[in-house]
């Protein structure tokens, strides 16, 4: 019964490759995030959506693509992986409105070689 | 200026020590505050989250807000060993308004 689950937990690929990770929540939010957490451990948000819709995207390559094929559902797919894409991903869900506390999934692991 | 400043340590301190752990911000329009815990390899987990000035007290662990001075605080009293983890405040303005925006988080060591 894991409330905000994302698959797979690690991902170990080459440069140049595409890879998408997925990540499902159980908890009736209709709001999903992806952030990225770099080596010091800083965690900046990467794009939001609510109810399948696009609301926030902040400085990312348009090589991240994100899909919401529902409002449990908020995919990452990643074009052409560079070395500094390493990282651990976070999946995030939270309602709509009121203080926006955000419930995280375990986060994938990518390391690009 | 960054958004959101928290030093991020080490700290490293003896089991049943005080620890304080802050956070500045910038961004006047933020009106809920938060904190996180991560363990190593792991997601970060809410902790406190607080609405505007005041304070929140949940067992050990107490948050302050003081929006005057754009200061944040976490307490945990009687630290235990399994408080070991980053602690990161979060902020954002609430409403439609869905950015959270983090600290860089502060690494906590208890030593038993």
């Known amino acids: 019964d894991t409330a905000v689950s994302q698959t797979p937990k690690y991902l170990v690929t080459q440069m140049g490759n595409d890879k998408s990770i997925k990540c499902e929540q159980n908890l009736g939010h209709d709001t999903m995030y992806w952030y990225k957490q770099d080596s010091k451990k800083f965690l900046k948000i990467m794009f939001s959506y609510n109810n399948k819709e696009l609301i926030i995207n902040e400085t990312v390559p348009n090589r991240f693509s994100p899909k919401s094929p529902d409002k449990a559902h908020l995919n990452l797919h990643i074009n052409s992986l560079e070395l500094g894409d390493s990282a651990v991903y976070f999946c995030?869900?939270?309602?709509?409105?009121?203080?926006?506390?955000?419930?995280f999934g375990p986060g994938t692991r990518l390391t690009v070689l | 200026q960054k958004e959101v400043e928290q030093d991020p340590g080490p700290l490293s301190v003896p089991e049943g020590a005080i620890v304080s752990l802050n956070c500045t911000y910038s961004n006047s329009a933020f009106q809920y505050f938060m904190w996180y815990r991560q363990y190593s390899r792991k997601g970060p987990e809410l902790l406190m989250y607080?609405?505007?000035?005041g304070n929140k007290e949940d067992g050990r662990f107490t948050a302050q807000v003081d929006k005057s001075s754009k200061y944040i605080s976490l307490f945990i009293r009687d630290s235990q060993p399994s408080d070991s983890a980053t602690y990161l405040c979060a902020m954002s303005r609430g409403g439609s308004n869905y950015k959270l925006t983090f600290g860089k988080g502060t690494l906590l060591t208890v030593n038993p």
């Open positions: 607080t609405y505007s000035s």
């Open positions: 995030a869900s939270s309602v709509a409105s009121g203080n926006n506390e955000q419930f």
